[in-house]
């Protein structure tokens, strides 16, 4: 049986990309499977997968490497998927002792803006460089890249053009997603915002494209549904503040449910919403929100940003704006609630989209074959 390991520094064990996806369908495949994260302090078998997982992030990169070796030589994986630097230098190492292909999977921007925000300039700059040249180098010793989205092949897919890659999205299998297409409630709605609340991921903008709704449609009872919660303390003394500030009538706050419960947490909505700023990173990412929200029946409003546009067409479901034109936004909502259909129409074609285009059966082969060719 052929074996298949994953590193991870950053991600849980149970991440969803890793665990409830990539990880359950190798299994499903006849992969004897294992997740190593070095985030959570986690040891056994969930689901056929095994689970060694140590809480040692803080801890030096050498600790973190030689952790990640002692697991690779006790478990012998034929092919590692490896989810950062650290992670693709520990297999490294043991790919001097075996023969073994390490599948770097990149799904997030690196360096990320939360990497360097710690550092004043020109320590920024330098740090910036030092981190660039790091992925750099992993994409040098792997022998094969995923990338979540096409907006973040750069740099490596450029660097390294002979290395095989693939594009793998976020899509969700859809026993994780609850339908819930709806019509509109006369003279009420429901606009929901989820994950980590903060200025950077939109709930400001959010808020005041509301404001500006409620003196459009006075006749409307508007409601708003916050699934997530802050992360840092200035995000929640941001969150209090603009609570504070536009002291609305009807919002409901959820904590953070998890992953296989996520879209039962938002079924009452009747729109969803992110409105991130467009600083470059956002800019270039994909959001894994959006094909949960499409899975569920829900319209979206979204920033423009590159890494929507350049994998899919939201028009038929949804709207790409400005996060910060509230006017434009608010109007958006306006329409939605004076053309019901409109709005039906808009509820159907996102299930529809989800179910012909967005889901994990769609790339779950391509996934399957391609970690196989490594193998070969």
């Known amino acids: 049986m052929q074996k298949v ?6 991600h849980h064990s149970y991440d969803d990309r890793i665990f409830f996806h990539q990880a359950k369908t190798l299994a499903e495949e006849g992969f004897e499977v294992k997740i190593s994260s070095l985030c959570s302090d986690i040891q056994g078998d969930v ?23 002692k697991v690779c030589s006790s478990f012998q994986p034929d092919s590692i998927i490896c989810s950062e630097p650290v992670a693709v230098f520990a297999a490294r190492q043991y790919q001097k002792n075996k ?55 750069f740099p490596l897919a450029y660097f390294f053009p002979l290395k095989k890659n693939m594009i793998l999205p976020y899509y969700p299998d859809e026993k994780y997603v609850v339908s819930n297409t709806k019509r509109l409630t006369p003279n009420e709605i429901t606009l929901c915002y989820t994950g980590a609340i903060s200025q950077d991921k939109g709930i400001g903008n959010f808020f005041k494209a509301v404001d500006l709704l409620r003196g459009k449609v006075p006749e409307t009872k508007i409601k708003l549904l ?17 609570l504070s500030q536009y002291q609305f009538d009807n919002t409901e706050i ?63 479901f949804g709207e790409l704006v ?51 060719k490594s193998i070969k």
């Open 47 to 69: 689901d056929g997968i095994q689970i060694e997982s140590y809480s040692i992030l803080e801890k030096s990169v050498k600790e973190k490497t030689e952790t990640f070796k």
């Open 5 to 10: 390991l994953f590193l991870t520094t950053a």
């Open 99 to 153: 023969k073994t292909s390490i599948i770097y999977d990149i799904t997030e921007w690196y360096p990320a803006m939360s990497m360097l925000e710690n550092y004043a300039y020109p320590a920024k700059i330098i740090h910036a460089i030092k981190f660039f040249l790091i992925q750099l180098y992993a994409g040098f010793l792997s022998t094969r890249f995923i990338f979540g989205e096409s907006t973040k092949k």
């Open 226 to 242: 916050i699934v997530g919660a802050a992360r840092k303390e200035s995000d929640e003394n941001y969150f209090k503040n603009l």
């Open 254 to 316: 959820r904590k953070p449910t998890s992953f296989e419960h996520f879209t039962e947490a938002f079924a009452d909505a009747d729109i969803c919403f992110d409105l991130r700023e467009l600083n470059f990173e956002n800019n270039h990412s994909l959001p894994i929100k959006l094909f949960y929200y499409t899975g569920a029946g829900k319209p979206v409003i979204y920033s423009n940003l590159k890494g929507i546009r350049e994998h899919m067409d939201v028009s038929k």
């Open 322 to 372: 400005d996060p910060r034109n509230a006017e434009i936004i608010s109007d958006l909502i306006v329409n939605y609630i004076r053309n019901p259909e409109h709005y039906y129409a808009h509820a159907i074609n996102a299930r529809k989209a989800f179910e012909e285009k967005y889901n994990w059966k769609v790339i779950r082969n391509s996934f399957v074959d391609f970690v196989k």
